[in-house]
C-alpha cells in the first residue's frame, strides 16, 4: 500500500497550479478544522524531539491565509456545517489546540483576541495545574538530555537498558519513540537512570495551563473540551478504560469549571476505535463533537470531525492546505475519503 503522506509530498508540488476557492468548489469541503498542540518561538525540548513545532511568525502567517479563505467560527457553529448538503455555505474555519499547554494562554489566545478569532483547547484534565507530565513529553526530555550527551556516554547506558527489558528496535532513538502508555513505569526508570527528575522539571518549567488560566480563557469566550485524562492512545486501551477515560475527563471538566458541552478530542487521533464507542459517545454519553486527526476525510457519524495537523506544516500554509485537498481528491477516486469502522 503506497502510503499517504507519501502520495500529499508527491501532490504538494502541483498546489500553485489551483487557486483554494476552485479547490473549495471542486471537493465541496466547505470547513476545515486545523489544529495545533503549541505555538513557540522558544525551545521546547519536550515537543521538539517528537514533532515540529509551529513559531509565531508561522502561525500568523496561518491565521492569515485561513482568514483570506474561510470565516472563523465557533465550535459551536459546527452543527450547521455538519448538517448542510446543499454547498451554500460560505467557507469557514475553527481552531483547535490539543494538550492544553501553557502557550495556549501566554502566546495564542492573544493572538487569536486580536484577529477575532474563536478557538477551542482540549486538555487533559490529569496534567491541568502541572500535576503530572504526559508520557511522550519524558521521552522528548530523555531525547534530549541523551542529545546534550557527546561522549554518547548516555545513549549507551540508555540502550543497554533497553535492551535487557527486551524494549529495542533499531537503535536508541526508535526504542524510545515505540514505548507506549503501558511502558510508563519504565520511562521513570529510564529518566531515573539519566539523573532526570521529570516531577522537578514539571514544577520549575510548569508546561500546562493552571486553574486559574483556564477560567479567565473561559471567561474570555474560548471554549474547551476533554482530551482525555492523561493521554493514552485509544486503540491500545479497552472499551472499558477508554470509556473512563471519556466519562472521567468530562466530569472534571463540568465540577471545576462547570463546562457543560461535551466536545472530545482523542488523543494521538482515532486509528482503529471502533464503532462501538462511537454509538456509545452518541447515545449514552452525550458527547456533542468528537475530533480525529485525519486530514480532510469523511467518518460514519456525522458527529465525529477530522482535522488538519498544522504541526506538520513544514513549509507555505497555502501549499500544505491545498495539498490537503488535492490528496483529499486522489482519496475520493479510489473511495479511501471515509473511514469505515467496525
Not at 535492551?163 to 521513570?188: A, G, M, P, T, V
Not at 508546561?207 to 479567565?216: F, G, R, V
Not at 482535522?307 to 500544505?320: L, N
Request: glycine share 4%; charged share 25%.
Amino acid at each position: 500500500m503506497v502510503n499517504g503522506k507519501f502520495i500529499q509530498r508527491l501532490v504538494t508540488p502541483l498546489s500553485p497550479i489551483f487557486s483554494q476557492q476552485r479547490l473549495i468548489s471542486w471537493t465541496n469541503r466547505r470547513l476545515i478544522l486545523p489544529f495545533y498542540h503549541s505555538v513557540s518561538d522558544d525551545d521546547l525540548p519536550f515537543i521538539s524531539n517528537l514533532y515540529p513545532l509551529r513559531s509565531l511568525k508561522q502561525f500568523r502567517a496561518d491565521i492569515e491565509y485561513f482568514c483570506r479563505h474561510y470565516t472563523p467560527i465557533s465550535i459551536n457553529e459546527l452543527e450547521k456545517y455538519k448538517m448542510d448538503k446543499s454547498g451554500d455555505l460560505s467557507p469557514a474555519f475553527h481552531l483547535t489546540f490539543d494538550d492544553g499547554l501553557k502557550e495556549v494562554y501566554t502566546h495564542i489566545a492573544p493572538l487569536l483576541e486580536e484577529k477575532g478569532i474563536p478557538a477551542t483547547f482540549f486538555v487533559n484534565t490529569d496534567f491541568i495545574d502541572n500535576k503530572k507530565l504526559f508520557y511522550r513529553y519524558k521521552i522528548g526530555l530523555l531525547l534530549e538530555e541523551i542529545g546534550r550527551d557527546e561522549n554518547n556516554a548516555k545513549a549507551l547506558e540508555i540502550s543497554k537498558i533497553v535492551q535487557q527489558n527486551s524494549k529495542w528496535h533499531l537503535d536508541c532513538r526508535s526504542s524510545l519513540l515505540r514505548l507506549n502508555y503501558h511502558d510508563q513505569e519504565f520511562i521513570d526508570e529510564l529518566g531515573d537512570a539519566l539523573g532526570l527528575d521529570f516531577h522537578q522539571w514539571l514544577q520549575e518549567n510548569n508546561p500546562y495551563l493552571t486553574t486559574a488560566q483556564i477560567n479567565e480563557l473561559i471567561d474570555r469566550g474560548f471554549s474547551f473540551g476533554s482530551h482525555s485524562c492523561d493521554h493514552p492512545r485509544f486503540k491500545n486501551i479497552d472499551f472499558d478504560s477508554q470509556k473512563k477515560q471519556i466519562e472521567h475527563s468530562f466530569d472534571f471538566l463540568k465540577r471545576t469549571f462547570e463546562i457543560k458541552e461535551r466536545y472530545f478530542s482523542f488523543p494521538f487521533g482515532d486509528e482503529e476505535v471502533g464503532k462501538n464507542l462511537f454509538d456509545w459517545m452518541e447515545k449514552e454519553a452525550n458527547v456533542g463533537f468528537s475530533f480525529g486527526v485525519s486530514g480532510l476525510k469523511d467518518d460514519y457519524t456525522l458527529s465525529h470531525f477530522h482535522r488538519i495537523p498544522m504541526d506538520m506544516c513544514s513549509g507555505q500554509t497555502e501549499k500544505f492546505i491545498k495539498s490537503e485537498y488535492l490528496y483529499f481528491m486522489i482519496k475520493r477516486i479510489f473511495r479511501k475519503n471515509q473511514i469505515h469502522r467496525e
